[in-house]
């Protein structure tokens, strides 16, 4: 049973382009959590989505920011015109359910030049 | 909101016991989580305790004291293996984290 996948593991941009930041949850989990991580630091609860609905949004940024967990096909970050305080590292969970342990991907390294 | 404090650093040689305290303040609590994460790669689930008390998983166990706010895990015979950061987690319906524990092991 593949683990939940992330892609790409690294991604470098330039200040004021987009990135969009992938996440395949586990099979049979329809729960999708995005955290992010800066140096040093704990994970930083950003949103919660089941498919087709944001749950929690509380952790997001209001402006740039944005994500999905469509009907089909994973789960997607979209962080337009990056700054270079977008730079960390950005991990998404998922779980079968709400109350349930949420089991992490790899991570996606964001670089913002 | 979530508010955790756990220490920012432990050292320990092979084969010691290591406590690593956690105290929380939050508004909403199913449980404390505990994540272990090496070298900044995916942080993985090591323990979960809701109700108060001892959790034992091989050499790691956790303890919960809901009326405290209050969390420990406890690492056995240390391993080098074991150097790595350690996170408390409230756990509602999202993880919030602490700042982490960085545990180094020694010879």
């Known amino acids: 049973n593949a683990g939940v996948m992330q892609n790409p593991r690294h991604l470098v941009r330039r200040r004021g382009q987009e990135a969009r930041l992938r996440c395949s949850p586990m099979?049979?989990?329809?729960?999708v959590y995005w955290y992010r991580q800066l140096p040093e630091e704990g994970l930083k609860f950003m949103v919660y989505?089941?498919?087709?609905?944001?749950?929690?949004e509380s952790g997001m940024p209001k402006e740039r920011f944005s994500a999905e967990f469509p009907k089909e096909g994973p789960s997607i970050l979209r962080i337009q015109q990056v700054v270079r305080g977008d730079s960390a590292a950005y991990f998404c969970a998922s779980s079968p359910g709400h109350s349930y342990e949420q089991f992490f991907g790899p991570g996606t390294r964001l670089t913002v030049l | 909101g979530q508010s955790l404090e756990q220490p920012s650093e432990v050292t320990a040689v092979e084969g010691a016991i290591v406590q690593i305290n956690c105290t929380y303040q939050?508004?909403?609590?199913?449980?404390l989580s505990w994540y272990q994460q090496h070298d900044g790669g995916a942080p993985t689930f090591l323990s979960y305790?809701?109700?108060?008390g001892l959790e034992e998983t091989g050499r790691f166990s956790s303890f919960l004291s809901r009326s405290d706010s209050y969390g420990y895990l406890l690492l056995q015979e240390l391993q080098m293996k074991d150097s790595a950061s350690y996170f408390c987690?409230?756990?509602?319906?999202?993880?919030?984290f602490g700042a982490g524990t960085t545990v180094t092991v020694r010879a």
């Open positions: 939050t508004s909403g609590f199913y449980g």
């Open positions: 305790n809701a109700l108060d």
């Open positions: 099979k049979g989990h329809s729960h």
């Open positions: 987690a409230v756990r509602d319906y999202k993880l919030s």
């Open positions: 989505l089941q498919k087709e609905n944001i749950i929690d």
